[in-house]
């Protein structure tokens, strides 16, 4: 399994910007499918993002569409969500994590089929 880190929340106000950064360890980082998830208080995780291993934009959530973009770099092992506009509905613990199997991109938004998990990072938008 891969290991996940992710960094780069924070506060900001409504109309800002963020930019998180999942790094990855293990070499099979380039052969899985990764995405980008979120979870308010109170509320099931969803998915938000996701991004085949070839860094192919497969998927977004039609509530971030426009607004953020997921990109991914397999030389240094990382995947990144770029968030611009930012709302106050957008505050939440966002994770990044990698599919199960590799060479396979599969339903973004089933959690099941993701198999390894960072530990999240706090997004709070302001009003």
């Known amino acids: 399994q891969l290991q996940l880190v992710e960094s780069g929340g924070g506060l900001v106000q409504a109309g800002g910007s963020l930019r998180l950064s999942c790094a990855a360890s293990g070499r099979t980082f380039s052969s899985v499918s990764m995405g980008w998830f979120r979870q308010a208080p109170g509320k099931e995780r969803e998915s938000v993002a996701g991004?085949?291993?070839?860094?192919?934009?497969?998927y977004y959530a039609d509530s971030v569409k426009g607004r953020f973009t997921i990109s991914r770099d397999n030389a240094k092992n990382t995947v990144e969500l770029q968030m611009n506009s930012l709302k106050p509905e957008d505050t939440a613990v966002y994770y990044c994590a990698a599919q199960r199997r590799g060479y396979y991109s599969g339903n973004y938004r089933d959690l099941t089929d993701f198999g390894s998990w960072g530990q999240g990072t706090q997004v709070t938008v302001s009003s």
């Open positions: 991004i085949d291993w070839r860094g192919r934009v497969t």
